[in-house]
Protein backbone atom coordinates (compact mmCIF):
# COMPACT_ATOMS: atom_id res chain seq x y z
CA UNK A 1 0.00 0.00 0.00
CA UNK A 2 1.26 3.21 -0.65
CA UNK A 3 -0.49 6.32 0.93
CA UNK A 4 -0.51 9.73 -0.93
CA UNK A 5 -1.03 13.61 0.47
CA UNK A 6 -1.22 16.70 -1.50
CA UNK A 7 -1.07 19.85 -0.52
CA UNK A 8 0.08 23.09 -2.19
CA UNK A 9 -3.25 24.10 -3.51
CA UNK A 10 -4.29 27.63 -2.95
CA UNK A 11 -6.51 30.44 -5.04
CA UNK A 12 -4.29 32.78 -7.16
CA UNK A 13 -4.85 35.35 -9.93
CA UNK A 14 -4.31 34.63 -13.56
CA UNK A 15 -0.44 34.86 -13.95
CA UNK A 16 0.54 33.99 -10.72
CA UNK A 17 1.95 30.62 -9.81
CA UNK A 18 1.84 27.44 -7.24
CA UNK A 19 4.04 24.59 -6.35
CA UNK A 20 1.99 21.33 -5.18
CA UNK A 21 3.66 18.50 -3.07
CA UNK A 22 2.46 15.07 -2.96
CA UNK A 23 3.84 13.25 0.49
CA UNK A 24 4.36 9.06 -0.16
CA UNK A 25 4.31 6.76 2.39
CA UNK A 26 4.06 2.99 2.73
CA UNK A 27 5.91 0.99 0.17
CA UNK A 28 7.78 3.26 -1.21
CA UNK A 29 10.67 1.17 -1.81
CA UNK A 30 8.84 -0.02 -4.66
CA UNK A 31 9.59 1.33 -7.83
CA UNK A 32 6.60 3.85 -9.47
CA UNK A 33 5.37 6.48 -12.06
CA UNK A 34 3.72 9.32 -9.92
CA UNK A 35 1.14 11.04 -11.87
CA UNK A 36 -0.43 14.35 -11.52
CA UNK A 37 -4.42 14.50 -12.66
CA UNK A 38 -7.26 17.69 -12.46
CA UNK A 39 -10.63 17.37 -12.52
CA UNK A 40 -12.74 20.36 -12.85
CA UNK A 41 -16.15 20.54 -12.04
CA UNK A 42 -18.56 18.73 -14.54
CA UNK A 43 -15.33 17.37 -16.25
CA UNK A 44 -13.35 14.03 -16.37
CA UNK A 45 -10.23 13.65 -14.52
CA UNK A 46 -7.61 14.02 -16.90
CA UNK A 47 -3.70 13.41 -17.11
CA UNK A 48 -1.29 17.02 -16.38
CA UNK A 49 1.73 15.58 -15.97
CA UNK A 50 3.92 12.06 -14.76
CA UNK A 51 7.33 11.01 -13.37
CA UNK A 52 9.18 7.54 -13.10
CA UNK A 53 10.38 7.57 -9.57
CA UNK A 54 13.49 5.28 -10.68
CA UNK A 55 14.52 6.84 -13.86
CA UNK A 56 13.34 10.24 -14.02
CA UNK A 57 12.12 10.09 -17.43
CA UNK A 58 8.96 12.74 -17.54
CA UNK A 59 5.83 13.21 -20.01
CA UNK A 60 3.41 16.43 -19.70
CA UNK A 61 0.21 17.08 -21.07
CA UNK A 62 0.29 19.46 -24.25
CA UNK A 63 -1.96 22.24 -22.25
CA UNK A 64 0.54 22.69 -18.98
CA UNK A 65 3.86 21.90 -21.21
CA UNK A 66 6.43 24.78 -21.01
CA UNK A 67 4.43 26.23 -18.17
CA UNK A 68 4.18 23.75 -15.41
CA UNK A 69 7.18 21.29 -13.97
CA UNK A 70 7.17 17.64 -12.15
CA UNK A 71 10.16 17.22 -10.08
CA UNK A 72 10.94 14.65 -7.38
CA UNK A 73 13.22 14.42 -4.16
CA UNK A 74 13.78 10.90 -3.64
CA UNK A 75 15.24 11.30 -0.27
CA UNK A 76 11.95 13.07 0.85
CA UNK A 77 9.39 10.83 -1.04
CA UNK A 78 7.96 13.68 -2.50
CA UNK A 79 6.87 14.96 -5.91
CA UNK A 80 6.05 18.66 -6.54
CA UNK A 81 4.42 20.36 -9.59
CA UNK A 82 5.70 23.67 -10.35
CA UNK A 83 2.81 25.55 -12.09
CA UNK A 84 2.97 28.99 -13.61
CA UNK A 85 1.37 30.90 -15.59
CA UNK A 86 -1.71 29.71 -14.44
CA UNK A 87 -4.70 30.46 -16.13
CA UNK A 88 -8.71 30.16 -15.53
CA UNK A 89 -8.77 26.99 -17.10
CA UNK A 90 -6.51 25.66 -14.66
CA UNK A 91 -8.81 25.65 -11.68
CA UNK A 92 -9.36 22.22 -10.70
CA UNK A 93 -9.00 19.81 -7.65
CA UNK A 94 -5.55 18.39 -8.44
CA UNK A 95 -4.67 14.52 -7.84
CA UNK A 96 -1.39 12.84 -7.13
CA UNK A 97 -1.57 8.94 -8.17
CA UNK A 98 1.47 6.00 -8.29
CA UNK A 99 1.71 3.67 -10.36
CA UNK A 100 3.52 0.84 -12.00
CA UNK A 101 6.69 2.37 -13.23
CA UNK A 102 6.86 1.10 -17.42
CA UNK A 103 9.13 2.71 -20.07
CA UNK A 104 6.36 5.35 -20.84
CA UNK A 105 4.46 6.84 -18.05
CA UNK A 106 1.21 6.22 -17.84
CA UNK A 107 -1.53 8.79 -18.37
CA UNK A 108 -4.87 7.16 -17.93
CA UNK A 109 -6.47 6.64 -14.70
CA UNK A 110 -6.89 3.35 -14.67
CA UNK A 111 -3.29 3.25 -14.85
CA UNK A 112 -2.64 4.46 -11.40
CA UNK A 113 -3.19 2.12 -8.57
CA UNK A 114 -3.34 4.73 -5.40
CA UNK A 115 -4.56 8.20 -5.40
CA UNK A 116 -4.26 11.39 -3.02
CA UNK A 117 -7.50 13.43 -1.67
CA UNK A 118 -7.03 16.08 -4.10
CA UNK A 119 -6.08 19.86 -3.37
CA UNK A 120 -7.94 22.56 -4.81
CA UNK A 121 -6.62 25.12 -7.28
CA UNK A 122 -8.80 27.94 -8.08
CA UNK A 123 -7.25 30.89 -10.59
CA UNK A 124 -9.42 34.02 -10.74
CA UNK A 125 -9.49 35.80 -13.64
Avoid at 58 to 75: D, L
Avoid at 98 to 119: L, V
Amino acid sequence: QVQLVESGGGLVQTGGSLRLSCAASGRTGSSYAMGWFRQAPGKEREFVAGISWSRGNIYYAGSVKCRFTISRVVAKNTVYLQMNSLQPEDTAVYYCAAGPDRYTIPTMTYEYDYWGQGTQVTVSS
